[in-house]
C-alpha cells in the first residue's frame, strides 16, 4: 500500500529519484491524501480505474484520495519527482474561496502539461516549496501558524497555476469506458509490462483469474475494446512516444513495440490516428 500521511502531519514534499526499472509491487491506492508528482526526469505508466496514461518530464502528475494505481516504467531511463501530499483538510479553505470545481479538475483529469515557459515556473515553485519545507524539517520543531501560513499559500497558488495553465493530455491517454475492476486492472498491467512480447488472451485472462470468454466479455465492457484490439492501441501508444522521442526508423520502432510485421504496425497506426506514423512524427515535431 502507498505510504499515508506521517502521523500528526498534513503536508509533506520530498525529492525522489528511482531507478528505470523500479514498479509497484502491487496495486496501490493513495490513502487519505492528494498526491501530486512534478515529474524532472524519465517516463512512467500510471493506471487508474478511469483512464490509463504516461507521464513524461514537465508533466504533473494528481492523484486523488483512496485512489487505486499502478506505476510501471515506460522507458529504461531513471525517473525523479517531486512529489507533494496534502490533506484535503489543508485545502478546506482553498475550496471555500474557489470552489471544489478547480480541485476536482485537476485531480479528475492527470497528468497536466505546460508550455516551456510556465513548466519552468511550476517546477520552480515546487523546488521553492520543497526547500522551505526542508528547513523547517531540519529545525526539529512543529510548524507554527506563520509556517503553515505560508506552505498553504504556496501549494494554493501551485494549484491554481495547475488549474489556469496546465492543459490535459488527453491524446495520450487511455480513457477506460467504465471503471476498471481489480482484476482487469491487473489484466492491464500486465499487458503493459509484456507489450513487446507475444500476448495471448489465455495468458491475460490466468492473470486475471477468469475463463477466457468470461474475461473477453468483461475487459471489454469496462475497457470499451476487444483484447486484441486494446493491446494495439496499447502499443501504439509506445509507438508515438518513440516517434517522438526518438530517430529509430519506423521498421525499429514496430518491432520493439511488439508488433511482428511493421507493414501491420502502420496499417494500424493509420486506423488510430488518421495519419501514417512519418507524418506524425513531422507534425509533432513542427509544432516545437
Given at each position: 500500500?502507498?505510504?499515508?500521511?506521517?502521523?500528526?502531519?498534513?503536508?509533506?514534499?520530498?525529492?525522489?529519484?528511482?531507478?528505470?526499472?523500479?514498479?509497484?509491487?502491487?496495486?496501490?491506492?493513495?490513502?487519505?491524501?492528494?498526491?501530486?508528482?512534478?515529474?524532472?526526469?524519465?517516463?512512467?505508466?500510471v493506471i487508474t480505474p478511469t483512464m490509463s496514461y504516461v507521464l513524461h518530464a514537465g508533466y504533473v502528475n494528481a492523484i486523488a484520495p483512496f485512489l487505486y494505481h499502478r506505476t510501471i516504467p515506460a522507458s529504461s531511463d531513471y525517473y525523479?519527482?517531486?512529489?507533494?501530499?496534502?490533506?484535503?483538510?489543508?485545502?478546506?479553505?482553498?475550496?471555500?474561496?474557489?470552489?471544489?470545481?478547480?480541485?476536482?479538475?485537476?485531480?479528475?483529469?492527470?497528468?497536466?502539461?505546460?508550455?516551456?515557459?510556465?513548466?519552468?515556473?511550476?517546477?520552480?515553485?515546487?523546488?521553492?516549496?520543497?526547500?522551505?519545507?526542508?528547513?523547517?524539517?531540519?529545525?526539529?520543531?512543529?510548524?507554527?501558524?506563520?509556517?503553515?501560513?505560508?506552505?498553504?499559500?504556496?501549494?494554493?497558488?501551485?494549484?491554481?497555476?495547475?488549474?489556469?495553465?496546465?492543459?490535459?493530455?488527453?491524446?495520450?491517454?487511455?480513457?477506460?469506458?467504465?471503471?476498471?475492476?481489480?482484476?482487469?486492472?491487473?489484466?492491464?498491467?500486465?499487458?503493459?509490462?509484456?507489450?513487446?512480447?507475444?500476448?495471448?488472451?489465455?495468458?491475460?485472462?490466468?492473470?486475471?483469474?477468469?475463463?477466457?470468454?468470461?474475461?473477453?466479455?468483461?475487459?471489454?465492457?469496462?475497457?470499451?475494446?476487444p483484447f486484441s484490439e486494446y493491446l494495439c492501441i496499447t502499443r501504439l501508444k509506445h509507438v508515438q512516444n518513440l516517434l517522438l522521442t526518438t530517430d529509430m526508423s519506423v521498421t525499429d520502432i514496430s518491432l520493439e513495440c511488439g508488433f511482428?510485421?511493421?507493414?501491420?504496425?502502420?496499417?494500424?497506426?493509420?486506423?488510430?490516428?488518421?495519419?501514417?506514423?512519418?507524418?506524425?512524427?513531422?507534425?509533432?515535431?513542427?509544432?516545437?
Open positions: 500500500m502507498a505510504l499515508p500521511l506521517p502521523h500528526g502531519k498534513n503536508f509533506i514534499i520530498t525529492h525522489r529519484k528511482l531507478s528505470g526499472t523500479f514498479e509497484m509491487p502491487s496495486m496501490e491506492v493513495a490513502s487519505d491524501h492528494y498526491a501530486l508528482g512534478f515529474i524532472i526526469h524519465g517516463d512512467r505508466k525523479e519527482s517531486y512529489l507533494i501530499k496534502f490533506s484535503p483538510d489543508l485545502v478546506s479553505d482553498f475550496n471555500a474561496a474557489f470552489g471544489s470545481k478547480i480541485l476536482d479538475g485537476i485531480f479528475k483529469h492527470p497528468p497536466k502539461h505546460f508550455s516551456k515557459e510556465d513548466e519552468a515556473k511550476i517546477f520552480n515553485l515546487a523546488a521553492i516549496l520543497l526547500e522551505m519545507y526542508d528547513a523547517r524539517e531540519a529545525t526539529g520543531l512543529p510548524a507554527d501558524s506563520a509556517t503553515i501560513f505560508k506552505f498553504k499559500n504556496l501549494l494554493f497558488t501551485i494549484l491554481s497555476f495547475i488549474a489556469d495553465r496546465g492543459t490535459d493530455d488527453i491524446e495520450k491517454s487511455i480513457v477506460h469506458t467504465s471503471p476498471l475492476s481489480e482484476p482487469i486492472m491487473e489484466a492491464v498491467y500486465y499487458m503493459e509490462k509484456n507489450y513487446k512480447k507475444p500476448i495471448k488472451i489465455e495468458e491475460v485472462a490466468a492473470v486475471s483469474g477468469y475463463s477466457v470468454s468470461y474475461f473477453s466479455r468483461i475487459f471489454h465492457a469496462q475497457l470499451g475494446h511482428s510485421y511493421p507493414g501491420n504496425m502502420t496499417a494500424c497506426f493509420k486506423k488510430e490516428f488518421a495519419m501514417t506514423p512519418l507524418q506524425f512524427r513531422k507534425r509533432q515535431r513542427t509544432k516545437k
